[in-house]
């Protein structure tokens, strides 16, 4: 099975589905925006990958200069022009792209973001290295990842049986410290890390070591 091609055909048959999804928890979810937001300035150039149908995005928009807001799905993106059309919204660039053959310029951003998608990601090492490759020195990654490796038995069990019905997507059984620990060998520093309650997704804030640390308000 190739992650990647299969992996779209599964995002776009859910995209009308998953745009209509409520956030499941909606305080955790402020925060995470609020904590983002307080790193953020207007000159600030802005890489979201695995985007979905756009929502984070758009409402970082205001905050930033500028964000490219890349997804292996067309069907997620097709959502996602279609709200920044009705918000009004013109500094989001929506582009199809998996994160494995994005290409984009070394240290053109000031700020990452990987939202509910390092656990689909097939290489996650890999992954994290051209995460710090794209930022600038002293640029943010935000990431929140669901923790399937920490998750009980039976939903360990019953997920590759879904996947193989075609009713979820392959995933990783990461649990949050071997998120950390990838990311600390990839040379990032944690600045933050945070999660509402016990098994739920783990947020972190890595910086790229530099001189040019963006302000931050933590
Ligand atoms: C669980 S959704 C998360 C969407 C959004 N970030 C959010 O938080 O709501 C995962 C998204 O990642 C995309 N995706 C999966 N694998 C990807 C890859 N290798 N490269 C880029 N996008 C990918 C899917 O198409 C889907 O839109």
């Given at each position: 099975?190739?992650?990647?091609?299969?992996?779209?055909?599964?995002?776009?048959?859910?995209?009308?589905?998953?745009?209509?999804?409520?956030?499941?928890?909606?305080?955790?979810?402020?925060?995470?925006?609020?904590?983002?937001?307080?790193?953020?300035?207007?000159?600030?150039?802005?890489?979201?990958?695995?985007?979905g149908t756009g929502s984070?995005?758009?409402?970082?928009?205001?905050?930033?200069?500028?964000?490219?807001?890349?997804?292996?799905?067309?069907?997620?993106?097709?959502?996602?022009?279609?709200?920044?059309r009705h918000a009004g919204?013109?500094?989001?660039?929506f582009e199809k792209a998996?994160?494995?053959?994005?290409?984009?310029?070394?240290?053109?951003?000031?700020?990452?973001?990987?939202?509910?998608?390092?656990?689909?990601?097939?290489?996650?090492?890999?992954?994290?290295?051209?995460?710090?490759?794209?930022?600038?020195?002293?640029?943010?990654?935000?990431?929140?990842?669901?923790?399937?490796?920490?998750?009980?038995?039976?939903?360990?069990?019953?997920?590759?049986?879904?996947?193989?019905?075609?009713?979820?997507?392959?995933?990783?059984?990461?649990?949050?410290?071997?998120?950390?620990?990838?990311?600390?060998?990839?040379?990032?520093?944690?600045?933050?890390?945070?999660?509402?309650?016990?098994?739920?997704?783990?947020?972190?804030?890595?910086?790229?070591?530099?001189?040019?640390?963006?302000?931050?308000?933590?």
């Amino acid at each position: 099975m190739n992650r990647t091609t299969d992996g779209a055909a599964f995002w776009d048959r859910l995209a009308p589905r998953y745009s209509r999804m409520p956030i499941k928890d909606e305080a955790a979810y402020q925060h995470k925006l609020a904590v983002t937001q307080s790193h953020f300035r207007k000159d600030m150039a802005v890489l979201e990958f695995g985007c979905g149908t756009g929502s984070t995005a758009l409402l970082h928009a205001p905050h930033v200069r500028s964000i490219l807001a890349t997804d292996l799905s067309e069907k997620m993106l097709e959502i996602a022009r279609e709200k920044a059309r009705h918000a009004g919204v013109t500094n989001v660039t929506f582009e199809k792209a998996s994160f494995e053959t994005l290409r984009a310029e070394d240290e053109g951003f000031d700020a990452v973001l990987g939202l509910s998608i390092l656990h689909l990601l097939a290489d996650l090492d890999g992954a994290l290295h051209k995460v710090y490759r794209l930022l600038k020195p002293g640029g943010r990654f935000f990431s929140s990842t669901v923790c399937i490796g920490e998750m009980g038995v039976v939903t360990r069990l019953a997920l590759p049986m879904a996947t193989w019905l075609g009713l979820a997507p392959q995933v990783n059984e990461l649990r949050a410290g071997e998120i950390a620990e990838s990311l600390e060998r990839t040379g990032f520093a944690i600045d933050y890390t945070w999660r509402p309650r016990p098994g739920s997704p783990v947020f972190i804030v890595a910086r790229k070591p530099g001189a040019d640390a963006p302000p931050g308000s933590l």
